[in-house]
C-alpha cells in the first residue's frame, strides 16, 4: 500500500492542514484538506472516501471534492457508520449548508453515493479491506484496519484511551503501520481527558495494550497546531525507535 500524507493535524493554521490520508491514490481515510494534491488530475482520482467521525477537521474537505468530481462527470463513495452518513445528511448535504450533492447533478448520477459501514464490519474497496473498529471519542467514532494481500495498518481515529483497537492490532496479520492520535501536550492532560484524545503520555499508557512487533511503525498525528512545538518535544523524549511524527507531504509503502 501507498500511504500519502495530504493533512495529519487535528486543526488549521499556515503550514498545518487537517486530518486526510491517501492510500493508493484513489482512497480518502477521512476529508480534512486535500490541498497537497497536485490539482483536478490529482483529486480527480479518489474514487472513494471512509470517514472515522462528523468533526469538522476530519470532513471539511469532502464538499468542495464531491462538487469537483460532479463536474467532471464523476461522483464519490462515501463511507461512514450510520450514525456519520445520517449527520452528513441532516447537517452538510442538507441543501442549507451545502447542496444535497445525493442528488445532484441528478438522481441518477449523483455527485455522493453514501455507503453505511457497522462498528466492526468490513467493506471491499478497490481490493483493499477496510474494517471499521470502534473508538472512545465524543461522538461515534471508529479507527480503521486497512489490509491487502501483503500488509494491514491501522488507523486510530479520534480516540482517548480504548481498548478494542488494540485487540485488532494484536490479532492483525503483517501489522507493518499504526497511525494514532496525540492531541495535547502532558500537562494538558484534563483537556484531553474531557474531550477524548491523548497526550504523549497517556499514548504510551495505550500503546502497552497492543503487543507490537518492530517491524511496525507508529506514526504520530493530529497534533493540535498552537501545541505542536511542545508536544514534539514531549514525543521526542519518549525515545521510541518505532515512533515518528508524521508530516504534511509525507509518503510510505507498507
Same mark, same amino acid.
Given at each position: 500500500?501507498?500511504?500519502?500524507? @495530504?493533512?495529519?493535524?487535528?486543526?488549521?493554521?499556515?503550514?498545518?492542514?487537517? *486530518?486526510? !490520508? #491517501? /492510500?493508493?491514490?484513489? +482512497?480518502?481515510?477521512?476529508?480534512?484538506?486535500?490541498?497537497?494534491?497536485?490539482?483536478?488530475?490529482?483529486?480527480?482520482?479518489?474514487?472513494?472516501?471512509?470517514?472515522?467521525?462528523?468533526?469538522?477537521?476530519?470532513?471539511?474537505?469532502?464538499?468542495?471534492?464531491?462538487?469537483?468530481?460532479?463536474?467532471?462527470?464523476?461522483?464519490?463513495?462515501?463511507?461512514?457508520?450510520?450514525?456519520?452518513?445520517?449527520?452528513?445528511?441532516?447537517?452538510?448535504?442538507?441543501?442549507?449548508?451545502?447542496?444535497?450533492?445525493?442528488?445532484?447533478?441528478?438522481?441518477?448520477?449523483?455527485?455522493?453515493?453514501?455507503?453505511?459501514?457497522?462498528?466492526?464490519?468490513?467493506?471491499?474497496?478497490?481490493?483493499? @479491506?477496510?474494517?471499521?473498529?470502534?473508538?472512545?471519542?465524543?461522538?461515534?467514532? *471508529?479507527? !480503521? #484496519? /486497512?489490509?491487502?494481500? +501483503?500488509?494491514?495498518?491501522?488507523?486510530?481515529?479520534?480516540?482517548?484511551?480504548?481498548?478494542?483497537?488494540?485487540?485488532?492490532?494484536?490479532?492483525?496479520?503483517?501489522?507493518?503501520?499504526?497511525?494514532?492520535?496525540?492531541?495535547?501536550?502532558?500537562?494538558?492532560?484534563?483537556?484531553?481527558?474531557?474531550?477524548?484524545?491523548?497526550?504523549?503520555?497517556?499514548?504510551?499508557?495505550?500503546?502497552?495494550?497492543?503487543?507490537?512487533?518492530?517491524?511496525?511503525?507508529?506514526?504520530?498525528?493530529?497534533?493540535?497546531?498552537?501545541?505542536?512545538?511542545?508536544?514534539?518535544?514531549?514525543?521526542?523524549?519518549?525515545?521510541?525507535?518505532?515512533?515518528?511524527?508524521?508530516?504534511?507531504?509525507?509518503?510510505?509503502?507498507?
Amino acid at each position: 500500500m501507498r500511504l500519502r500524507v @495530504l493533512g495529519c493535524y487535528g486543526g488549521e493554521l499556515l503550514g498545518h492542514q487537517s *486530518t486526510a !490520508f #491517501l /492510500i493508493n491514490g484513489h +482512497l480518502l481515510i477521512d476529508a480534512g484538506s486535500v490541498n497537497s494534491l497536485g490539482g483536478v488530475d490529482e483529486i480527480s482520482k479518489i474514487r472513494h472516501v471512509v470517514l472515522s467521525h462528523i468533526h469538522l477537521d476530519h470532513i471539511k474537505a469532502l464538499p468542495f471534492i464531491a462538487e469537483l468530481l460532479a463536474e467532471g462527470g464523476r461522483g464519490v463513495e462515501v463511507f461512514g457508520t450510520e450514525e456519520t452518513i445520517g449527520f452528513l445528511k441532516q447537517h452538510i448535504f442538507n441543501g442549507s449548508v451545502w447542496p444535497d450533492l445525493s442528488r445532484l447533478p441528478t438522481p441518477e448520477n449523483p455527485a455522493v453515493r453514501y455507503s453505511t459501514m457497522r462498528e466492526g464490519g468490513t467493506v471491499i474497496v478497490n481490493g483493499l @479491506l477496510v474494517k471499521a473498529i470502534p473508538v472512545n471519542h465524543t461522538v461515534p467514532t *471508529t479507527g !480503521f #484496519l /486497512i489490509s491487502d494481500s +501483503l500488509a494491514s495498518m491501522l488507523y486510530s481515529g479520534d480516540t482517548g484511551t480504548t481498548d478494542r483497537i488494540w485487540s485488532e492490532a494484536n490479532n492483525a496479520q503483517n501489522l507493518r503501520a499504526l497511525m494514532v492520535e496525540v492531541s495535547y501536550p502532558n500537562r494538558l492532560k484534563d483537556r484531553a481527558v474531557i474531550t477524548k484524545h491523548l497526550t504523549p503520555h497517556l499514548l504510551t499508557e495505550e500503546l502497552k495494550k497492543a503487543g507490537l512487533k518492530r517491524e511496525t511503525w507508529i506514526g504520530v498525528y493530529h497534533l493540535k497546531p498552537p501545541f505542536v512545538d511542545e508536544i514534539r518535544k514531549e514525543i521526542c523524549g519518549l525515545r521510541m525507535d518505532n515512533l515518528i511524527l508524521l508530516e504534511d507531504g509525507d509518503t510510505f509503502e507498507t
